[in-house]
């Protein structure tokens, strides 16, 4: 019984260090790096073990912009807190990975130990909330209790980037493209055949026409990482005077498509391709391949999508087959 009673104990321990809110400030370490106008924060992990953590301000003008036009579907940001999905935006400031992050209002009378012996004026002193903590008044002198803490920086967050922001900047380096499209036959070549199979696929396979592909942007402490896959290309085949005559879509593995060799004769594509049933007309054509990529970031406390739609065509001219019978006699 009393070694029950004592493991009932120890479980309601960890149980209370677990729930401790979180952050609690901390000087910086001497062996932890920390870019200038971030400080170190230290908080319970799981395991109940304390982690010093590097905290920077995100950029609040625009930490809640995710707008742009992006060619097709909609952003998303995500933002979490132990496993668990939390608001990226409360009043309490703007998520960064740790805490709600605002410049606290009012300031901190001259004097006050958040000011760490400079004086009003010179930089600015950050409120820093922890997701679950009370809404209290961290100006006041009787300090901030329940997982809200003051923080002196030289500069206000606003100067600094936003994740989303930096998620841009990745996703630039990467420059997404609709790959070259080779068919069957290739492009200004002889005629296709009409009643046989075209063949699609991506000409020139690489990271940024093929996927997947990864690149990072990150400035004043925070690094946001960005990978692009290719989610999709939609083929659509239109004649001269614009009527649409065939479309297709492939998805997944399938989307760079199958290079088509002569052996592999009049049969259909095994990947991506316009069937025999499409391709019943003769004349000119202009076939153009849509891209879409589905770029997935996380950094800064945050985490969300951005897709992207980039597009290419080529013309293709459909004819007969012209036989021709000689007479053996």
Not at 129 to 151: E, I, K, M, R
Not at 290 to 296: D, K
Request: aromatic residues 6%; hydrophobic residues 40%.
């Amino acid at each position: 019984m009393l070694i029950w009673t004592r493991l009932l104990r120890s479980a309601f321990l960890v149980g209370l260090l677990l729930a401790m809110p979180v952050p609690i400030a901390a000087p910086a370490s001497a062996d932890v790096e920390v870019p200038p106008g971030c400080w170190t924060e230290r908080r319970l992990d799981v395991w109940g073990n304390i982690e010093v953590l590097v905290v920077c301000p995100p950029g609040l003008g625009d930490g809640g912009d995710t707008g742009g036009d992006s060619g097709g579907g909609s952003e998303t940001r995500e933002c979490t807190h132990l496993g668990r999905v939390i608001d990226c935006e409360t009043s309490a400031g703007v998520w960064n990975g740790v805490c709600y992050v605002k410049v606290a209002d009012p300031q901190p009378p001259a004097g006050h130990p958040a000011w760490r012996g400079h004086e009003p004026g010179d930089g600015v002193v950050l409120q820093c909330t922890a997701p679950d903590a009370p809404a209290l008044d961290c100006a006041a002198d009787g300090g901030c209790p329940g997982g809200v803490s003051l923080q002196w920086v030289a500069t206000a967050p606003d100067a600094g980037p936003s994740p989303v922001a930096l998620a841009r900047e990745a996703l630039a380096q990467m420059q997404l493209r609709m790959g070259d499209i080779g068919s069957t036959p290739p492009a200004g070549g002889e005629p296709a055949v009409v009643g046989l199979p075209i063949w699609l696929w991506v000409a020139n396979p690489a990271p940024n026409t093929t996927g997947p592909i990864t690149a990072s942007a990150g400035r004043d402490g925070v690094t946001v990482t960005v990978t692009a896959t290719l989610d999709r290309i939609e083929y659509t085949m239109e004649g001269a005077d614009g009527r649409l005559n065939a479309q297709t879509v492939c998805s997944g593995g399938a989307a760079p498509g199958t290079p088509y060799e002569p052996s592999f004769g009049g049969a259909p594509s095994p990947t991506c391709g316009f069937t025999q049933a499409d391709n019943q007309k003769t004349g000119s054509f202009v076939i153009t391949g849509t891209a879409y990529w589905v770029a997935e970031w996380s950094g800064g406390g945050q985490q969300g999508t951005i897709p992207v739609t980039v597009s290419n065509s080529v013309a293709m001219e459909v004819g007969e087959v012209q036989v021709v019978q000689v007479n053996p006699g």
